[in-house]
C-alpha cells in the first residue's frame, strides 16, 4: 500500500506518480465510488484513493474482474453519482461488453474509465491501442501528456461527462502512469450528492425498439463534442511561422518538445488531450499547414482521423505519421527526432546506442524463493513421469505463469484471463494425452468459474490446478473474493474455491498443501485417473500463502525467520535442488558445490523434502 500521498490541500506541491495524479484528480472532482481489478500499469490509482476512501466516503474495492468493476461504475452513475473505474489495457477486453453498450446509453452520474495502456507490452500479453476502442464503442477518448495535466483533466473529465452525459476513456500508457512529477493539488470536493436511481427505461434499456435510435444519439452527440473540444483547455496550439505542424497526443508531446529542442527547429505543435473525437477546428486548423506530421505511440489514430478529415474537406496537406515513426513498441526522444529529421529532409545521424559497460548475465524471471507455485510443478512433473504422460500444460496470466520457463517449461499456452481452463476445453476434446491447467486464485474468480462450469456441464476431462496463494500476487498483493480481507484489510466473508468447484458440479476436489510434493504427487496421479475414468473435470486446490506475503508479516510481527543450510558432508551433489527444483536461493559455488544464500531463504524447507542424500537441514538465525 502506498501512503495517503494524494491528501493534501488545495495549493500544496506533491511529488507524484501518474496514478497517483489520476486518483487526486477523481478526489476533486467529488467521486462516489472507485473500482478496479489491479494490473500494471494501472495498479496505483486504485491503492492511492483507498488511502483516503474512509476519510471522504468515497466506495473502494476491488473487483472480481474488470467488467464488474465498469458495471459497478454504470450503476453508481445511474443514482446519479460520479464513478472511476480503473484497469489495465486488456482489462478494458473484458469489460468490453458492457462498455460497447455505455456508449449507447450513455451516463448521469460522471463516469470515466481509466485504461492503462502498456506501449512496448513491459508486463503485459499485447500492446494494444485502446484509443480504437473509443472509435469502437463511441466513446471520448482523452490523453493526458503530463502528470499535472492527469489529474486536472481527471477532475475536468468528469464534468464533461456529465455535460454530454457520455462516460469517457481516460487512456494512459505506462511512461506517464509511473513517471513523477509535481503536482500543484486543487480542492478535494467531498461526495455530497443525494444518491437518486434515474428510473429511465427508455434510456438504460438495451432493447430492439430503442438501439438504432441511440446509435444515431450518440452518434449526434459525437459531432458536437468534437465542436465543442475546439476550446478545451487540454487542447492547446504553439503556433510559430512555417508551414509544417506537429500533430500530437500523450507522452509523445513530451518527446516532441525535447527533440524540436534538441534539433533546434521551430515547428507549430498541436497537443490534442482528446484523441476521439478530434476536435473539428482544431484538426482543420492542423490540415490547413502545407505539411502535418503526427507523432503518437503504437497505432495511426490520430492519423487515419485526420486523414478522413482531410480527404472529406478536400484539403491538400501532405500527412506524415507511421511512414516515420514505429507501430510496434513505446516511442523515445531519439525515434522522434529521427523521423522529424526524415520529415524535413534534414540530415541526422542518431547517437550510437549506449552499451552498459558491465555486461549483465542474461536470466529468465523466476518464482520467488519459497514460492508454492514451484513445489506444485515439481510435484506435477514427478506425477506426470510416474504415470507416464506427457501432459498438455494450459497456463494462464499470473506469477505462475513463470513455469514457462526452465527448468519447469510447464506453460504449452499462456493466453488470457481464465484460458487456460477456456483454451484447454477444446485441446481436452480432441487429446490423447491429459491437459492439465494451471491457474491462480485471484485469476479463478475473474475468469476461471465460467470455463470450469463449462467443463462440468460438458464432461471434459481436464485437470484444473488451482494454485491458491491466498492474494492478487503478481500486482502487488490485492485482496480477492477468497482472501477473507478487503481493500482495507478488513475482515470478509472468504469464498473457498473448493466449494465453488464442488457447488459447480466438480466431483474430484481435493485441497493439498503446495509444499507437501509427496501429497501433491499423489492427489494429481488421482485427479489424472478420475478424469480418464470418468471422462470429467478434477480440481485440486494446491494452497500455501504467498512467500512474500508471509515474510513481510512475520517481520512485521517480529517474529523469526526460519533458514536452511546445506550440509556439504552429507550433499552428494547430485544438482536436484539447485537444478531441477531450481530455488534461486540455491546456487552453485565456485567449486561446484551447492549452497543455500541465508538472505534469499525463506524457510520453506521444501527443499530438504527433495533431497535425496537429506543434505539440507533448517538453522536457527537472528534477524
Ligand atoms: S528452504 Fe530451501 S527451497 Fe525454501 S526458500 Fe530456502 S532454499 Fe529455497
Ligand atoms: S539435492 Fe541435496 S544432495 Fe542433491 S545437490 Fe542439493 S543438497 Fe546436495
Known amino acids: 500500500m502506498v501512503k495517503a500521498i494524494i491528501a493534501g490541500s488545495a495549493g500544496e506541491k506533491k511529488l507524484l506518480l501518474g496514478n497517483e495524479a489520476i486518483a487526486r484528480g477523481a478526489l476533486e472532482a467529488g467521486i462516489s465510488s472507485a473500482t478496479a481489478y489491479p494490473g500494471t500499469p494501472s495498479t496505483e490509482i486504485i491503492e492511492a484513493i483507498a488511502e483516503v476512501a474512509r476519510d471522504y466516503g468515497i466506495y473502494v474495492e476491488w473487483s472480481t474482474n474488470e467488467k464488474v468493476a465498469l458495471e459497478i461504475g454504470i450503476g453508481v452513475s445511474m443514482m446519479g453519482l460520479r464513478a472511476l473505474v480503473a484497469m489495465k489495457h486488456v482489462g478494458l477486453n473484458v469489460a468490453s461488453d458492457p462498455l460497447m453498450s455505455l456508449g449507447y446509453t450513455g451516463v448521469i452520474g460522471g463516469l470515466v474509465v481509466v485504461s492503462a495502456d502498456d506501449p512496448n507490452a513491459h508486463s503485459s500479453q499485447n500492446e494494444q491501442d485502446n484509443r480504437i476502442y473509443g472509435i469502437h464503442a463511441n466513446i471520448p477518448v482523452f490523453e493526458p501528456s503530463t502528470v499535472q495535466e492527469a489529474k486536472d483533466l481527471t477532475r475536468e473529465l468528469f464534468d464533461l461527462s456529465e455535460e454530454f452525459q457520455m462516460s469517457v476513456i481516460l487512456r494512459t500508457t505506462t511512461r506517464l502512469a509511473h513517471s513523477r512529477s509535481q503536482v500543484v493539488f486543487g480542492e478535494v470536493v467531498r461526495p455530497n450528492r443525494e444518491a437518486v436511481f434515474h428510473r429511465d427505461p427508455e434510456k438504460w434499456a438495451l432493447l430492439p425498439p430503442y438501439n438504432l435510435a441511440k446509435h444515431r444519439d450518440v452518434l449526434v452527440k459525437l459531432d458536437k463534442l468534437s465542436e465543442h473540444l475546439s476550446s478545451f483547455r487540454f487542447n492547446t496550439v504553439e503556433k510559430v511561422d512555417g508551414d509544417v505542424a506537429v500533430v500530437t497526443s500523450g507522452v509523445a508531446y513530451n518527446y516532441v518538445k525535447e527533440a524540436l529542442e534538441e534539433l533546434d527547429l521551430a515547428l507549430s505543435v498541436f497537443k490534442l ?44 496537406a501532405e500527412i506524415h505519421g507511421k511512414d516515420l515513426f514505429p507501430r510496434v513498441g513505446e516511442l523515445n526522444k531519439e525515434l522522434v527526432k529521427a523521423g522529424l529529421s526524415r520529415a524535413l529532409g534534414i540530415r541526422y545521424e542518431a547517437p550510437p546506442a549506449v552499451m552498459p559497460s558491465v555486461e549483465l548475465p542474461r536470466r529468465p524471471p523466476v518464482l520467488c524463493p519459497g514460492c508454492g507455485h514451484r513445489s506444485t510443478y515439481y510435484a506435477v512433473k514427478i506425477a506426470a513421469q510416474r504415470l507416464r504422460v506427457k501432459p498438455v500444460y494450459a497456463n494462464d496470466i499470473g506469477c505462475y505463469t513463470l513455469g514457462f520457463y526452465p527448468p519447469y517449461q510447464m506453460a504449452d499456452f499462456t493466453w488470457s484471463m481464465g484460458s487456460s481452463i477456456g483454451i484447454g476445453l477444446g485441446i481436452a476434446r480432441f487429446s490423447k ?86 501429497a501433491m504427487r499423489d492427489a494429481v496421479e488421482r485427479a489424472i485417473k478420475y478424469m480418464r475414468e470418468a471422462g470429467e473435470p478434477a480440481v485440486i486446490v494446491s494452497r500455501r500463502p504467498c512467500a512474500l506475503m508471509v515474510l513481510r508479516e512475520k517481520r512485521r510481527r517480529g517474529e523469526s525467520i526460519k533458514r536452511y543450510t546445506v550440509m556439504k558432508e552429507k550433499c552428494i551433489n547430485c544438482g536436484i535442488c539447485v537444478d531441477r527444483f531450481a530455488c534461486p536461493a540455491i546456487v552453485r559455488e565456485g567449486d561446484g558445490k551447492v549452497t543455500i544464500i541465508p538472505d534469499l531463504c525463506t524457510g520453506c524447507g521444501v527443499c530438504a523434502t527433495i533431497c535425496p542424500a537429506k543434505a539440507i537441514r533448517e538453522v536457527e538465525v537472528d534477524e
Do not use: C
Not at 433 to 441: K, T
Not at 512 to 517: M, T, W
Open 273 to 316: 488531450a482528446s484523441v476521439y473525437p478530434l476536435p473539428r477546428k482544431l484538426a482543420l486548423e492542423a490540415l490547413s499547414y502545407g505539411k502535418v506530421i503526427v507523432v503518437e505511440e503504437l497505432e495511426p489514430v490520430l492519423e487515419w482521423q485526420l486523414k478522413v478529415l482531410a480527404y472529406e474537406e478536400g484539403m491538400k
Open 433 to 518: 494425452e491429459p491437459v492439465v491447467a494451471f491457474i491462480g486464485d485471484s485469476t479463478f474468480f475473474h475468469a476461471g468459474i465460467p470455463a470450469l462450469i463449462n467443463a462440468v456441464y460438458n464432461r471434459t476431462p481436464m485437470l484444473v490446478i488451482v494454485m491458491d496463494n491466498g492474494i492478487t500476487a503478481m500486482t502487488g498483493h490485492q485482496p480477492h473474493p477468497g482472501s477473507g480481507v478487503g481493500v482495507f484489510g478488513e475482515e470478509k466473508p472468504a469464498i473457498r474455491i473448493e466449494e465453488v468447484a464442488r457447488a459447480a458440479g466438480v466431483k474430484f476436489v481435493e485441497v493439498v498443501d503446495a509444499y507437501d510434493i509427496i
